[in-house]
């Protein structure tokens, strides 16, 4: 039977490629932690299937598409399970892929030679990002709909060309139904063919340069690969690992799923807004940052400056190979850098709370404090009702 396959389509050289693979041998340090990329490209391959199962009876506009989801998550057999696996599985890869980009950090994984594997992962980072915010406006839910109106708005921010790229990005002025059109052309074509494209060219670096061993960058050149790793264990014992994680986390994302289904509010109504609309958590940051820019800034508007800011610290991540060109790999070695990558995530987080508190009320210890916009609490009296973000 393989004989009569690989006489047709000459697999045998491929097959014998994967094996040898197997049989490499990995760097010592390699442990657990490098189990991330493969769990988040079986979470993508979750996405594709329940996504896939979804557009079977999604309808993108305006007038069909948030009765469509409900449809899918009341009547539709398993259809809220579906939706819900999806749902959550979109926070999950987000989740995964920040862990997997911070363990990379961590080890040096980006430096020489391994710069564009660094490269293409961010631009993966950035196109799972693309899915959240495409997917998330697909219901037409009035949070949907006005947090899309709250992300897009920094497309109109940007010097020069702020019309044509709100333009481009919504379909008009307003969100509307060419929005959603665009927002699904983009979720179900253009990000996933940029997907595929992008994994395989991810996967085909890693399979290349192989792991990063702890030695610095002179010694893996000067000593050669082979030779630090000659020790190592074969890769097929680490796959294990990579696919007992990757088991764990589909088994979590299936127990959220069905604990905790997918909620659908109000269906869309563009001429009211709804009181505090927050983007989903991983934009939480960059959407409260921009806050903190005074409005006029003489030769820019806030507004401008946020979106500039934002758009140089992406930068900056994606060329960071460049921009940390010491040779060391071993975290130890790196204290400073370490240090600094520290600094800049608890700062990321911090303006990610302090966006989740902005505009809040909220009890404690039965003292009831009104958080501005900025996120800074206020002592307010109590008033009847259940504080918000209940
Ligand atoms: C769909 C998204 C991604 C997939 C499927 C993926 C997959 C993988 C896999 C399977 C590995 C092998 C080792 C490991 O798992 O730790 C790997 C290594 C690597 N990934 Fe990713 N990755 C993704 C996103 C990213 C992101 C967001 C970054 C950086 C911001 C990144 C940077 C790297 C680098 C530099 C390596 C080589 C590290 C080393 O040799 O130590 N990847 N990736």
């Known amino acids: 039977m393989g004989a009569w396959f690989d006489r047709r389509l000459g697999f045998a050289p491929v097959i014998q490629k994967l094996r040898h693979h197997l049989r490499e041998p990995l760097p010592k340090h390699v442990g657990w932690l490098w189990t991330l990329g493969f769990t988040a490209a079986i979470l993508f391959a979750v996405q594709i299937l329940t996504g896939i199962l979804l557009m079977l009876y999604y309808k993108p506009t305006a007038d069909a598409a948030y009765e469509s989801v409900r449809r899918i998550g009341e009547e539709i057999p398993a259809g809220w399970l579906v939706r819900g696996l999806h749902v959550w599985g979109s926070h999950f890869i987000v989740g995964v892929l920040i862990l997997h980009a911070l363990r990379v950090f961590l080890y040096g994984g980006y430096k020489k030679p391994r710069e564009l594997t660094w490269i293409f992962g961010v631009l993966l980072l950035m196109i799972a990002l693309g899915f959240g915010l495409s997917g998330y406006l697909l219901p037409w839910t009035q949070l949907s709909y006005w947090a899309t109106t709250v992300v897009t708005e920094g497309a109109g921010a940007l010097p020069g060309i702020g019309g044509a ?28 063919v940029a997907l595929v494209i992008l994994i395989s060219l991810h996967l085909y670096l890693v399979a290349r340069l192989r792991l990063a061993p702890i030695e610095d960058v002179r010694t893996e050149e000067e000593q050669g690969y082979e030779r630090l790793v000659a020790e190592g264990k074969p890769y097929h014992l680490h796959l294990t690992k990579e696919v007992t994680v990757a088991l764990v986390a589909v088994g979590l994302l299936a127990t959220c799923a069905i604990l905790f289904p997918a909620h659908l509010g109000a269906k869309a109504d563009p001429f009211s807004t709804p009181p505090g609309i927050k983007p989903e958590w991983y934009f939480l940051p960059i959407y409260q940052v921009q806050k903190y820019f005074p409005a006029d800034m003489g030769f820019l508007s806030g507004k401008t400056a946020g979106v500039l800011f934002v758009g140089l610290c992406s930068i900056l991540f994606l060329f960071l190979p460049f921009i940390d060109r010491s040779p060391e790999r071993d975290p130890h070695r790196r204290k400073w850098t370490i240090r600094i990558g520290m600094v800049v995530m608890l700062a990321v987080i911090l303006v990610g709370v302090l966006g989740f508190l902005s505009d809040r009320r909220i009890e404690v210890f039965g003292k009831a404090f009104q958080f501005d916009p900025y996120g800074v609490p206020h002592a307010v009296q109590k008033v009847e009702g259940p504080p918000d973000g209940h």
């Not at 990005?169 to 060419?178: D, F, I, K, P, T």
Request: charged share 20%; glycine share 10%.
């Open 165 to 192: 790229s709100l333009e481009l990005v919504r379909g008009g002025e307003q969100v509307s139904e060419a929005t959603l059109g665009r927002f699904f052309v983009a979720h179900v074509i253009l990000l996933p």
